[in-house]
Structure formats: structure tokens, C-alpha cells
């Protein structure tokens, strides 16, 4: 199992200097762990890559995740737009719409507070990246059988069912999740 990186900065560039190098120090990149500490706040960065072997077929995961304080209770789930979620809303399901037509039609948002996800993401930069993404899930996830929807245990989390060790790429991923994440705990105390 890959140690943890311990990686503390300022501000995006201090942490992602760290990270670059970190990236290029390892030739043949499976796996990568790190606690990421910038201003207040914590954010997970798991890159899992498994080929496989014989019968079995590989997987590839780059998981962001970062705990926050939640007292609204403030939730939304954000995923591709596939055959099933067609299907389902032929039967009535629903999903949201932030007024981007086209992130609109490829996506599936779900929240308790469609004003404030239409804030999350006016930003074009955060929808540009989520529209090039496939096979992912960005959302926040509550605490399990608290039964309070207000908890500190919240986490943000965005899920890409693709090992990403491209620095250029995974720098976007960041600064967008980043980026969220202030919005929705703008202290991170």
C-alpha cells in the first residue's frame, strides 16, 4: 500500500509544485495518496490504478474527498446522464436544471437547494472540466445512520472512474474541487 504524502501550501501553486514533483519521482504511477492542506481546509487526492491480470479485468480509480461542516444539511449529486437515467425520467424522475443547456442535457443534477447549486456552478471552468469528464460521480455525501442531516462529517467528494496521473489534468480536478469546496465552507473551521 502507498504511504500517505503529507502536502501543506499557501496557496494552489505551493501545493501543486509538491504534487508535480511527487508525480515525476515515480515512473510507472499505480497508486498515490495525499493529504492536501491548504488555506483551512483538507482534501484527499487516491489515484488506484489495478491492471489486473488473468482473468480478472483492472480498475482505475482518482477519487477527491474532502470533510466539511454542514450545518444546512446542503446536498447535491452531480453524474453523466446515461440509458438508465433516460429511462428514468421518462417514469417521472427528476433532476434539475441551472439554466447551461448543454451541461443541463448531459448531466444529472440532483440537490435540496437548486438556487445554491445554480451559484455552485456558474463558474464556466467548473462546468467545462464535469463536461469532460465520463464515468464520474461529484457529490456530498452525508454521514452514515446519524440521522442528522446537519453533521460535521459531511464530505465533498468527486469520484472518476479513470486513473488520472496527467499533472496538467488532475491540477483542473483540483482547483475545481477546490474551488466547490470554499464555496460550500467558505472558512473551512
Same mark, same amino acid.
Given at each position: 500500500m502507498q504511504e500517505e504524502k503529507e502536502i501543506s501550501g499557501h496557496n494552489e501553486d505551493d501545493v501543486w509544485s509538491q504534487i508535480e514533483a511527487d508525480l515525476s519521482q515515480q515512473e510507472d504511477l499505480l497508486q498515490y495518496r495525499a493529504v492536501i492542506h491548504q488555506q483551512n481546509k483538507t482534501i484527499h487526492l487516491d489515484?488506484?490504478?489495478d491492471l489486473g491480470g488473468g482473468f480478472e479485468g483492472g480498475y482505475a480509480t482518482t477519487i477527491f474527498s474532502a470533510p466539511f461542516t454542514n450545518r444546512s444539511g446542503f446536498r447535491f449529486a452531480v453524474h453523466e446522464e446515461s440509458f438508465?437515467?433516460?429511462?428514468?425520467?421518462?417514469l417521472g424522475?427528476?433532476?434539475i436544471s441551472i439554466g447551461y443547456p448543454?451541461?443541463?442535457?448531459?448531466?444529472?443534477?440532483?440537490?435540496?437547494?437548486e438556487s445554491r447549486v445554480r451559484t455552485l456552478f456558474?463558474?464556466?471552468?467548473?462546468?467545462?472540466?464535469l463536461l469532460s469528464l465520463s464515468d464520474?460521480?461529484?457529490?456530498? %455525501?452525508?454521514?452514515?445512520?446519524?440521522?442528522?442531516?446537519?453533521?460535521?462529517?459531511?464530505?465533498?467528494e468527486l469520484i472518476i472512474e479513470e486513473g488520472i496521473t496527467?499533472? %496538467?489534468?488532475?491540477?483542473?480536478l483540483y482547483r475545481i474541487f477546490f474551488s466547490t469546496l470554499t464555496l460550500?465552507?467558505?472558512?473551512?473551521?
Open positions: 489515484i488506484d490504478i438508465f437515467d433516460d429511462l428514468g425520467k421518462m424522475m427528476q433532476d448543454h451541461f443541463d442535457d448531459k448531466l444529472i443534477i440532483k440537490t435540496n437547494d456558474t463558474d464556466d471552468n467548473i462546468r467545462e472540466v464520474f460521480t461529484f457529490e456530498i %455525501v452525508l454521514p452514515e445512520n446519524t440521522g442528522d442531516e446537519t453533521s460535521d462529517d459531511s464530505r465533498l496527467d499533472p %496538467v489534468r488532475l491540477r483542473q460550500i465552507e467558505p472558512f473551512g473551521f
